[in-house]
């Protein structure tokens, strides 16, 4: 026998929005490497539950999930020091988001855009207990903080995590309330955020905010709509 036939399976949950997406991953993981899928979930506040519940090894959760957003599920899993390794998967990753989502206690940092090979080579780092960022992501730049031509601090690493989290949604289309409540916090208290995030951007509406994030590749919206 191989060692790869006498090691027990790990445990996975998999949460996306999307129900061919969960369905595609969880066939790869069982098929493509030693993992049982042992939950599907399509909001943040179903994987948080399943999580506390069943304690996989590894929980891959979609950047945009409805209900709790997903590093406010990460940030709260943190806290109650449970043993599951947490990856991020999302369509496109800048470098606060990365770095952001590794702060909160990520494990992993996973593009769509990229291969199943990826994706179960990333799941054996992290069981190994490491820290694996997509091979897309070039890691000098996601580490290094970036200067611009005057010497400055780009303005993206002047925002707070919470700032970069209301930022990140706001420029996906949501509105406040939503935020709000992905978030666990009130509206007032967003508005707030949203005051702070455009001061220190220099840009003072919704849609100015989008164009950036567009030029800036910092969302998934499609290049062409923020023209």
Known sequence: MTCDLLREKDTVLVADPQPLVRESLAALLENGGPYTVVAKCADGEDAMRQVIDKRPDIALLEMHLAKLYTLEVVRKLRQLNLPTRIAILTNSGDRKTVIESLRCGAHGFFLKSGSARNLLDGFEQM???????????????????????NNLVDPIDTLSAREHQVFSMLVEGMRAKEIAGRLDVSPKTIDTYRASLMRKLDIHDVASLVKFAIHRNLTSIPAQMGA
Not at 130 to 147: A, D, H, N, R, W
């Open 127 to 149: 069981m190994a207990g490491g820290i694996y960022v997509s091979p897309q992501m070039e890691l000098e730049k996601i580490f290094i903080t970036p200067k611009g031509n």
